[in-house]
């Protein structure tokens, strides 16, 4: 029905970079915002970056302010993140996350989510 490819993940250095990537398809009827979500062994899950479609206004959690970056491209629904200065803390599984409407339920907004995929931050 729908689906978030998430793409991107891998093994760094401290210091290092990565880019995340993730497209949304299948029945959307409209996308609000889009995100990423992560989470370590043993805590909680915490949003990262948010970008909301209209607009493009931004929100970042404050560990990550001047190193990751958010964008998106509305027209092909996908969200990206740039990573850099890559710390081990930043280790983790990382989620992409929509917050949109299916057209089954074009009313309402829900939110859909990617399968993950794992960041690991070598000292």
């Known amino acids: 029905q729908v689906q978030l490819v998430e793409s991107g993940g891998g093994l760094v250095q401290a210091g290092g970079s990565l880019r995340l990537s993730c497209a949304a398809s299948?029945?959307?009827?409209?996308?609000?915002?889009m995100g990423w979500y992560r989470q370590a062994p043993g805590k909680q899950r915490e949003l990262v970056a948010r970008?909301?479609?209209?607009?493009?206004?931004?929100n970042y959690m404050d560990s990550v302010k001047g190193r990751f970056t958010i964008s998106r491209d509305n027209a092909k629904n996908t969200v990206y993140l740039q990573m850099n200065s890559l710390k081990p803390e930043d280790t983790a599984v990382y989620y992409c996350?929509?917050?949109?409407?299916?057209?089954?339920?074009?009313?309402?907004?829900?939110?859909?989510w990617g399968k993950g995929t794992l960041v690991t931050v070598s000292s």
């Open positions: 996350n929509v917050k949109g409407r299916v057209t089954t339920t074009a009313w309402i907004d829900g939110d859909y």
């Open positions: 299948g029945s959307f009827f409209s996308i609000n915002a």
């Open positions: 970008i909301f479609s209209a607009g493009g206004n931004t």
